[in-house]
Structures are given as structure tokens and as C-alpha cells.
């Protein structure tokens, strides 16, 4: 059902059943909210998005009232400007005035809020509370002192992650935002995702920093530096440095970072190649089902410590980034060349995941450090260069080379559709492969998709969003008929949506761009299939050994 209703004096259109909030923005009027999240129930808790109605005595918050065809709204009135103004006076008034130092510097909504507000001076006395940073995990680094209490990181890894790790401690004038027992990060069950950094509106979360280590690698003159350029990452800069989004500067990235002084660049999506292949001949061979992706670290950490009987259904292969890390790490040792690698992703948890030690290969990590876009973002613009002025430069040889299915795996589905490309493949039903499943690019939490070969049915299932996942888990056991093979995205969207992307208040047309720009490189890629990839079938000839697709964690084996 649609009404008129009048806003700052004009008519507009609403619908029967939405809020306040969601008739502005539909027609493109937009109001300032620091707790609200798109998609999910409002909390009204920050009071930022009142608005000024006719016949109400006070303001109200435009994010949980429903709108009513009477109305005459005023989203802008003195009155309403300097209702927002003291919430942010307020908020101020317990922050921390180190802007300079923070990493949200110009990025952080506080800070922009008190600049369209022309707030240019604390009008109450500073009563900001001690707080110690926590620097105990391997990718997300906390500072309670910049928390503003809006409570979005708390929603997104409890209804989003289903993970539950953050949550208010204490009440009234001493509540803060700590994890559950109030323990350090590193034994609490994060499962290093990183949603709650690109929920933060502030600098209160962020991720661990390993920019230092690889600038001092670079200037270590016995020391090779080798970079992994991943696709998702660079058709994702290119909102960063003022290009239109999702345009692919992966090759422009190769050449900066040549430019910054790397030796060796390679393509990380190789990784996902030889994954999908050895992926492919597992299942044709598998008597078990079903079997689970091992490519997306924080869904195996969180099957550590939510679904340990399910650990048996983890595919005895690597990640694609410690499969190529570890075919890197053999060719060098060979050679006796002292190396330095970093993998450049939009995922924080291979932060943690690199650390882990059941991936090392003789006592050593087989990557050294792991950049997110934004920490990559921050390197480029650090060695001042200026990417426009920049020619496409290609990664070395013989890891270059990636097929569009190798692309695929930064959107929920990719993965799954990599793989039953190689399937059919091997079986020699290239004639079945079509250039796009597209029950498999739905925009849905879960998605399905059913193929036959020799007269086997094969049903796999593509599940984005760690809580949708852990329902669906729940449900394994009971099933008479359980997939063949589940790829499981622990972020809601994939990598294209990964906790180390650049954040945006508005994040939706980005991700939305990302992922378009992932298919188009699929269907421009002349390469489709895993094993058309030569990079890939050099590779097979040089007969890895198994510590490079061994399983990506012990416990596992334990279980078998």
C-alpha cells in the first residue's frame, strides 16, 4: 500500500509497513545513524536519526517508527540539528582526541558527523575511562577507548557470524564492549573474521597491522621479497584511490609493488585453482559424504569450536593460500634463497591462519604476513606512488596464469562452481560446461545446484554467512540425503565482502560492483577450466609432495 507523506515541506511516497527511516532513504533523503543496520531489527539506541513530526510532543527516532500517512516530517529543523549535535558532544566527551594516530582517521563516522555538524570545540569536560589496546590476536586489534557503544559489532558477530564474542560488560556510567568472560582476544572464540571491523564506526576495532614487517623485508638486501596479488583485492583498491568501483587494478598493483621494491609477484587465485582440481579429483574418488570446503579459515576455526564432530567431513586439502605459499616455500628452499613472502587478501583471518602451526612445513610458515586491501591501500600510498600514472604489468612466471574459475572464488558460489567445471572436465564432459551456473550466482544465503555425471548425481551447496551455516549444520546429522560437497563463506557475501575491504557507511553498491566485476573477468578469462591452466598442470608435473595439500589442521586427523 502507498501514501503521501510531506518531508521538509515536500511530498513523498511511503509504504505501509516501513520505518520512517526507510521511506527517507528510498527517496534518497538521507538522516545520520550510528547503531542502525540495514537489514536488521532497529535498537533506537543512539538517538542520532530523531526527526522532528508534527503533532508529537518530542522527537523521534526515525529508525524504529513506523510511518503513517498523516505525517509531516522535519528531518533537518534547528531543533532536530541540535538534538544530534548533543549526542555527539556527548560521545566526544568520553573519546580520545588522537585523531592523527587513529587509523579511521577520515574514514570514521564520529568524526564525520562532528564535522557536518560544525562541532569545533568540547563543550564538556573530557571523562574518557583507561582502557588497554588488546594486541593478543593475530588480526584484529581492540581499543576500547574509541568504542562508542553503538553495539553493531556486537549484532554482526552474534546475528550475522553467529559467534557471539563481543557483548556489554557492567552498566550504566562504567558499561563498555568487552568479550565473553572479559578475556583477552586470543583465547576468547573469535574466529578472526573480521565483520566486527567493518561494523565499527569508529577505531575501536582494526586490524592487526603487518605493514612494518614486510617494509623491513623489503630493505633486507639478503632477502627476497615475494607478494601474492589476489583479483578480489584488486578490483577492490580501486574505490580507495578514486577509480570507478569494481574496475580491476590487479596488473596496476603488480606494478606499484614492483615499483615499492618486490622481487617476485605472483597470482594468489592460482591457489585456487590447483584447490578447485584437487577439490575435483577428491570428490570424483570420495566414498564419504558429505565433504566441506577447507578454503575460508575462520568457517574451519569455527567448526574447531562449534561443530568438532563435524571435523571429519573437512576435505583433507589446504587453503588455496597455504597450498601456493607451500609450493612457493619448496621451490626456494631448493634454490637455498633466503625469502620473505606476503599474501595480499581481503580476508583477516589468514592473519591468523598463516600462524597457525599445523601449516607450517618443517617448522616454518609458509607465508610470512598477510596485507588486507586496506593495509595494501595504505603501503602503496606510504612509498608515494601514484598509481594513475601507472602501465599494467603482468605477475611472474610460472605462477601467472589463473582460468576465469580461479576468479570465482572471492563471490559464495565461486568456489562450488571451480570445482564442478574440473569435475566434469575430468570426466570429459567439457560439452556440460556452461559459462555460468547461475543457480550457483544467486544472491541468496544458501544456494543449491544438483549435476550428473556418468550417471551419478553430484548436489552441492553454497552456504555465505557463518550463523546461516551453523543452522544448516545443525540440520546435517538428520538428513537422509546430505550434499556431496558444502562451501562454506564465513562472511556475509564471500571475499568480495571480506573483514579486510574498504569500509564504507553504505557498503551494498560496492559489493554489488565487486562481484559483477569477478564474473565479467570469468567470462573475458579464454581459460574456464582449472586444467587448461598451464600453471596449474606444471605444477602436477613437478609431483608435490603431500605436505603441500595436507589437511589444514591436525585435530582433524585425529578424528579419522
Given at each position: 500500500m502507498h501514501f503521501t507523506i510531506e518531508v521538509n515541506n515536500i511530498p513523498i511516497k511511503a509504504h505501509k509497513g516501513e520505518t520512517i527511516l526507510q521511506a527517507l532513504q528510498r527517496n534518497g533523503i538521507q538522516v545520520p545513524t550510528l547503531c542502525y543496520m540495514a537489514g536488521k531489527l532497529p535498537t533506537g539506541a543512539c538517538?542520532?536519526?530523531?526527526v522532528e513530526v508534527e503533532g508529537y510532543p518530542g522527537l523521534i527516532p526515525s529508525c524504529s517508527h513506523p510511518v503513517e500517512d498523516w505525517m509531516k516530517i522535519q528531518t533537518h529543523s534547528p531543533r532536530v540539528i541540535q538534538a544530534r549535535k548533543a549526542v555527539i558532544e556527548l560521545l566526544l566527551a568520553s573519546h580520545p582526541d588522537d585523531c592523527f594516530y587513529c587509523v579511521r582517521n577520515g574514514n570514521c563516522e564520529l568524526q564525520r558527523y562532528a564535522e557536518e555538524?560544525?562541532?569545533?570545540?568540547?563543550?564538556?569536560?573530557?571523562?574518557?575511562?583507561?582502557?588497554?589496546?588488546?594486541?593478543?590476536?593475530?588480526?584484529?586489534?581492540?581499543?576500547?577507548?574509541?568504542?562508542?557503544?553503538?553495539?553493531?559489532?556486537?549484532?554482526?558477530?552474534?546475528?550475522?557470524?553467529?559467534?557471539?564474542?563481543?557483548?556489554?560488560?557492567?552498566?550504566?556510567n562504567s558499561m563498555y564492549i568487552g568479550t565473553t568472560l572479559d578475556k583477552p582476544m586470543n583465547i576468547s572464540n573469535c574466529i578472526d573474521c573480521g565483520q566486527c571491523v567493518v561494523a565499527c564506526p569508529t577505531g575501536a576495532l582494526y586490524e592487526r597491522d603487518d605493514t612494518d614487517s614486510v617494509h623491513k623485508a623489503l630493505y633486507d638486501k639478503d632477502t627476497k621479497v615475494i607478494a601474492l596479488i589476489d583479483a578480489t583485492t584488486g578490483i577492490s583498491v580501486a574505490e580507495k584511490f578514486g577509480v570507478k568501483a569494481g574496475k580491476n587494478l590487479t596488473n596496476i598493483l603488480v606494478a606499484a609493488l614492483r615499483k615499492i621494491g618486490v622481487d617476485i609477484l605472483y597470482n594468489y587465485n592460482l591457489g585456487n585453482d590447483i584447490y578447485a582440481h584437487e577439490m575435483a579429483r577428491y570428490l570424483l574418488q570420495?566414498?564419504?559424504?558429505?565433504?566441506?570446503?577447507?578454503?575460508?579459515?575462520?568457517?574451519?576455526?569455527?567448526?574447531?569450536?562449534?561443530?568438532?564432530?563435524?571435523?571429519?567431513?573437512?576435505a583433507p586439502i589446504k587453503s588455496p593460500m597455504e597450498i601456493i605459499g607451500a609450493t612457493i616455500g619448496r621451490d626456494y628452499t631448493a634454490s637455498g634463497e633466503k625469502t620473505f613472502t606476503v599474501a595480499i587478501t581481503p580476508c583477516m583471518a589468514k592473519k591468523a591462519e598463516l600462524a597457525r602451526a599445523c601449516n607450517a612445513i618443517n617448522n616454518q610458515q609458509v607465508i610470512d604476513a598477510a596485507l588486507t586491501t586496506r593495509e595494501l591501500v595504505r603501503f602503496i600510498r606510504l612509498h608515494g606512488i601514484d598509481i594513475e600514472?601507472?602501465?599494467?604489468?603482468?605477475?611472474?612466471?610460472?605462477?601467472?596464469?589463473?582460468?576465469?574459475?580461479?576468479?570465482?572464488?572471492?563471490?559464495?558460489?565461486?568456489?562450488?562452481?571451480?570445482?564442478?567445471?574440473?569435475?566434469l572436465a575430468m570426466q570429459e564432459k567439457s560439452a556440460l560446461i556452461s559459462a555460468r551456473i547461475q543457480k550457483l550466482r544467486a544472491s541468496k544465503p544458501i544456494k543449491e545446484y544438483t549435476f550428473e555425471i556418468n550417471d551419478k548425481s553430484y548436489h552441492f551447496v553454497a552456504i555465505h554467512g557463518m550463523a546461516?551455516?551453523?543452522?544448516?549444520?545443525?540440520?546435517?546429522?538428520?538428513?537422509?540425503?546430505?550434499?556431496?560437497?558444502?562451501?562454506?563463506?564465513?562472511?556475509?557475501?564471500?571475499?568480495?565482502n571480506g573483514g579486510g575491504q574498504p569500509i564504507h557507511k553504505n557498503n551494498e553498491s560496492f559489493i554489488k560492483a565487486r562481484?559483477?566485476?569477478?564474473?565479467?573477468?570469468?567470462?573475458?578469462?579464454?581459460?574456464?577450466?582449472?586444467?587448461?591452466?598451464?600453471a596449474v598442470k606444471k605444477w602436477e608435473q613437478n609431483k608435490p609432495d603431500t605436505s603441500i595439500l595436507t589437511p589444514v589442521f591436525k585435530q582433524r586427523d585425529a578424528l579419522l
Open positions: 538517538r542520532m536519526c530523531v555538524l560544525n562541532i569545533r570545540e568540547r563543550k564538556y569536560p573530557s571523562r574518557s575511562h583507561p582502557a588497554t589496546i588488546d594486541k593478543s590476536s593475530y588480526s584484529i586489534t581492540r581499543d576500547p577507548a574509541k568504542c562508542i557503544l553503538c553495539g553493531r559489532c556486537i549484532r554482526i558477530c552474534d546475528e550475522v557470524i553467529g559467534v557471539s564474542t563481543l557483548e556489554y560488560m557492567r552498566r550504566g570420495a566414498n564419504r559424504k558429505p565433504v566441506i570446503s577447507t578454503s575460508c579459515p575462520a568457517w574451519v576455526k569455527y567448526a574447531e569450536e562449534y561443530f568438532p564432530s563435524h571435523l571429519t567431513y573437512l600514472h601507472l602501465e599494467p604489468e603482468l605477475p611472474n612466471d610460472p605462477y601467472s596464469t589463473v582460468s576465469g574459475a580461479g576468479l570465482l572464488f572471492g563471490s559464495p558460489g565461486g568456489e562450488s562452481e571451480a570445482i564442478i567445471r574440473s569435475m546461516t551455516a551453523g543452522a544448516y549444520l545443525r540440520s546435517l546429522p538428520s538428513m537422509k540425503q546430505p550434499p556431496d560437497y558444502i562451501e562454506i563463506m564465513a562472511c556475509p557475501d564471500g571475499c568480495v562481484t559483477k566485476s569477478l564474473f565479467e573477468l570469468d567470462e573475458k578469462s579464454s581459460l574456464k577450466i582449472p586444467i587448461q591452466n598451464p
